[in-house]
């Protein structure tokens, strides 16, 4: 395994991270088609993360309605000192008005509840889970700095944010002298470049660590579901009975890219997904990819990735296939870029 820096703090963390979301919701309408999975396989899925190096494992407290926070408490035990813990705010916990969002009242509220589920006395990086379009940002940010005082959380993340925002909060924090952001988690994949527009290279310019989430665009670019068993169900969205996809994309394309994927998977030897996990952990900025298994054998797969080393080659044929339009005012900038050079 190998590690790199947290953003600007001096925390190394593994570049394939372990991702929670599988855990527990048996019964429930929606939880329990991601996953359901009960103690035991969440044990075998964490001890099989930790024995390869994976120090950085990811939950929050909406997976399965709290019981993943729980399931991967139990399972860590007395290996919890040997991760960098990493858990979420936002989403609705609760049927009032305020079991929402990132309030003052809730940030606290939510982290106590987080706290007792992991059965821990802090958490290594809290996230806020989304943007708050109700809660002032300054009310966000002094609530999060006053978690970091108080010892109950290390560092502070967040997930997706548009950069702008993300900016604007950098900016706060350092003319309130308050603990920043020092991470964000994105969606970003082989069909999901948009992170790279703008998001990307702020984090490279604020030094902001950027966590991956779906690397695999909802398990699409695992290269097991086949042109015939995929139908369009909103044009922008694809399924097919027993497969969904949380990430929007357009299927033509997609199997396009599927195409190539595979080709390159084929020269290494490896699985598709084992290439879409390794071509992120090329990107700028990324320290860390979560990746996320209902089986054991799918969790060693993507760790696999950490020992890929993609061609020239092969970065070429991906970057063809999936980049994205330059998008304005960047074409007009990259036009002019050449006229500051010397003459």
């Known amino acids: 395994m190998k590690y790199r820096l947290l953003g600007n703090t001096g925390v190394y963390v593994s570049e394939i991270s372990l991702g929670t979301m599988t855990f527990g919701g048996s019964g429930h309408p929606i939880w329990s088609s991601l996953g359901a999975l009960a103690l035991p396989d969440a044990q075998r899925l964490v001890d099989t993360a930790l024995d390869a190096g994976v120090n950085f494992v990811d939950t929050a407290d909406m997976y399965s309605d709290g019981e993943s926070e729980e399931l991967l408490g139990q399972a860590l035990g007395k290996r919890r000192r040997d991760v960098v813990l990493a858990t979420k705010v ?10 929402v969002g990132t309030s003052r009242l809730h940030i606290m509220q939510a982290l106590e509840d987080s706290l007792r589920r992991l059965g821990t006395d802090h958490i290594d990086l809290y996230q806020i889970h989304n943007f708050d379009h109700v809660t002032p940002m300054e009310e966000t940010l002094r609530a999060l700095d006053d978690a970091v005082r108080q010892g109950k959380v290390r560092y502070v993340g967040c997930a997706n944010l548009a950069a702008w925002q993300i900016s604007k909060a950098l900016g706060i924090s350092a003319r309130e002298q308050l603990a920043g952001f020092v991470s964000v988690q994105s969606y970003y994949s082989l069909l999901g470049r948009d992170v790279e527009r703008d998001v990307v290279p702020m984090a490279l310019d604020e030094g902001v660590g950027l966590t991956v989430w779906s690397p695999l665009a909802g398990g699409f670019l695992s290269g097991k579901i086949g042109r015939d068993s995929v139908v369009a169900d909103s044009g922008s969205r694809s399924a097919q009975p027993g497969y969904t996809s949380f990430t929007p994309f357009d299927p033509e394309h997609a199997f396009s890219v599927i195409d190539v994927l595979k080709g390159v998977a084929e020269r290494h030897g490896v699985s598709p997904a084992r290439v ?29 990735a950490t020992d890929l080393t993609l061609t020239e080659q092969d970065l070429t044929e991906l970057d063809e296939i999936t980049k994205l339009p330059v998008a304005y005012p960047n074409w007009i900038q990259e036009a002019f870029a050449g006229t500051r050079l010397p003459q």
Request: glycine share 8%.
């Open 90 to 99: 936002h989403a609705r916990t609760g049927p009032g008005p305020n079991d």
């Open 276 to 304: 879409a996990v390794a071509w992120l952990l090329s990107r700028p900025a990324v320290t860390s990819v979560i990746v996320g298994a209902r089986k054991q054998e799918q969790l060693v797969d993507n760790i696999a």
